[in-house]
C-alpha cells in the first residue's frame, strides 16, 4: 500500500522567511503533484512534477521531485500572508499515468505578519 | 471550478437514509474520482470511474457506491448513511492524455450525518 507523508503537518512562519515542506512516499513513482487548498475551498492544482530531478517554480514557490530518495520539497521563499493554505501532496502509484492519487495528509502553512 | 459541479453543495441527513450526491462535468474527460476529506487524512479515494458504466474501488469505498451513466455525470451514494460518513466529499476530473496534469476538483459537498 502507497503512503504519502508530509512534514511538517502544522508550520507557522514569519513573513519574509524560507522554508520547506517534505513529501515522502513509499513506491516507485515518477509522477507527483501539489495542490494548495484556502480553508472552505477546493483544491487547486500547483505544480506537476513527471520525472526525476523535475524542477517547477511559481513566484515564491518552488517544487522539485527525486525519486531516486521518493521525496518532493515545496520550498517558500519570502514567504507573504497570502500564501496562507494547506498543501498537499500526491503521488501516482501506477506510474503509467492514470493518476489515481493518493495524497499526504496535508501542510497547513500560516505566515504572520 | 469551470466545467465541473458537485452538488448540493450541503446536506444534513438522519443516520439510515439513503443519500445521493453529484457531479457533473462539461469537459468531456474520461476519469472521474470521488474523494473524501477529513482531518487527520488527507483525502482518501471512494470509488473512481474509467468511463461509461466502467467504475472501481479505491481505499475507503465500504458503505459506497457509484454509478456512471452517462460521461458527464457520476454519482455516489451512502447507501445507508452513518455517522463516520460525515465528511466533505470531492469530485474530480482527470483527462489522461499522457501529459500527467493531475486532477481538476470540483467545489465539495458537505455532509453531515446527525
Known amino acids: 500500500e502507497l503512503k504519502v507523508e508530509q512534514n511538517p503537518l502544522f508550520l507557522s512562519m514569519q513573513e519574509g522567511k524560507n522554508y520547506t515542506i517534505y513529501c515522502n512516499y513509499s513506491t516507485t513513482s515518477d509522477r507527483l503533484y501539489w495542490y494548495r487548498q484556502d480553508p472552505g475551498k477546493s483544491l487547486e492544482s500547483l505544480f506537476v512534477l513527471l520525472s526525476n530531478g523535475a524542477v517547477k517554480q511559481e513566484g515564491r514557490l518552488m517544487a522539485s521531485l527525486d525519486t531516486k530518495a521518493r521525496l518532493s520539497t515545496l520550498h517558500i521563499t519570502a514567504a507573504v500572508h497570502d500564501l496562507s493554505a494547506t498543501y498537499f501532496c500526491?503521488?501516482?502509484?501506477?506510474?503509467?499515468?492514470?493518476?489515481?492519487?493518493?495524497f499526504g495528509t496535508g501542510t497547513r502553512l500560516t505566515i504572520i505578519p | 471550478d469551470a466545467g465541473i459541479t458537485q452538488s448540493p453543495r450541503h446536506k444534513v441527513t438522519e443516520t439510515g437514509t439513503p443519500v445521493t450526491l453529484r457531479c457533473h462535468q462539461t469537459?468531456?474527460?474520461?476519469?472521474m474520482y470521488w474523494y473524501r476529506q477529513d482531518p487527520g487524512h488527507g483525502l482518501r479515494l471512494i470509488h473512481y470511474?474509467?468511463?461509461?458504466?466502467?467504475?472501481d474501488k479505491g481505499e475507503v469505498s465500504d458503505g459506497y457506491s457509484v454509478s456512471r451513466s452517462k460521461t458527464e455525470d457520476f454519482l455516489l451514494t451512502l447507501e445507508s448513511a452513518t455517522s463516520s460518513q460525515t465528511s466533505v466529499y470531492f469530485c474530480a476530473i482527470s483527462d489522461l492524455t499522457g501529459g500527467g496534469y493531475g486532477y481538476t476538483f470540483g467545489s465539495g459537498t458537505r455532509l453531515t450525518v446527525v
Open positions: 500526491a503521488v501516482d502509484p501506477t506510474n503509467f499515468g492514470n493518476e489515481n492519487l493518493t
Open positions: 470511474s474509467y468511463g461509461v458504466k466502467d467504475t
Open positions: 469537459e468531456n474527460h474520461r476519469y
